[in-house]
């Protein structure tokens, strides 16, 4: 744990993440990387500099499949750790896939879930929302950016979004996937696992195999990728002269 809480601090530091009088909440997707942050964001809590509230909310999508053992031990762990917690039910499952029909329902349910988000952060008069992407998941999105939308860009660390007022944070941005599962197992974290049938069939899938498959290839591959993303100063891309 030592090593996430160093990094995030980082984090923290570098992107002016956090400031005195925050009311975080941390949107708990279910997944190992939003309980290591809730937990990490909770033991920061201890000798942050800024003093700050912490709670956690799941968005619950709807979907029947979910494990209700899992549910009661993420109850029961974020109790334990002494994070309000809240599940917020809606039909989200239901819109995306049944009235809408969707072949490609990520996006769509993304974009609801952001929205059932903000509507619960402001309905408890939070200011700011953590989510749990990790230093694989910049890399990630990068690589969807350029083949997909034809662009060099990735998720922020911080953003602002107008329409609700919020302030989205991103604390595990510096930290590589396989030390959050390392951490997760090692305190036995509960984990609530999706039962979305296009969990396995995404884009962000096809991203994390294709970025696999380059490591085997080339050695260190995608930590040459997070460098890239973490030191804009050295790119070196093209720019139209001026008329």
């Known amino acids: 744990m030592q090593k996430i809480l160093s990094a995030l601090r980082r984090a923290v530091n570098d992107f002016n993440m956090i400031e005195e009088g925050d009311k975080i909440v941390v949107g708990l997707s279910g997944g190992k990387d939003s309980i290591v942050l809730v937990s990490a964001l909770k033991e920061f809590q201890r000798f942050s500099p800024a003093r700050f509230e912490l709670e956690a909310v799941t968005i619950d999508i709807g979907f029947s499949g979910v494990d209700q053992t899992e549910v009661e031990r993420t109850v029961d762990y974020l109790k334990k750790i002494d994070v309000p917690y809240h599940r917020e039910k809606t039909q989200i499952a239901e819109i995306v896939f049944d009235v809408r029909g969707e072949s ?9 879930r952001r929205g059932a988000l903000n509507n619960y952060i402001n309905s408890v008069g ?6 749990g992407h990790n230093a694989d998941d910049v890399a990630e999105t990068l690589l969807m950016s350029m083949c997909f939308e034809g662009r060099l860009s990735t998720f922020q660390p911080v953003s602002f979004m107008d329409r609700s007022k919020v302030r989205l944070i991103r604390p595990l941005i510096y930290i ?22 296009s969990n396995f069939n995404s884009k ?3 991203a994390k195999e294709t970025i696999e498959t380059l490591n085997k290839q080339i050695p260190f591959a995608e930590d040459r990728i997070k460098s890239a993303i973490f030191h804009p100063e050295r790119n070196n891309l093209w720019e139209k002269p001026k008329k």
Do not use: F, T
């Open 126 to 131: 939070a200011n700011v929302l953590a989510l």
């Open 204 to 206: 962000r899938q096809w």
């Open 176 to 197: 590589d996937e396989k030390y959050i599962k390392g951490v997760a197992r090692r305190y036995e974290m509960p984990i609530i696992h999706n039962p979305c049938p």
């Open 104 to 112: 490609n329902p990520c996006s769509l349910c993304a974009k609801m």
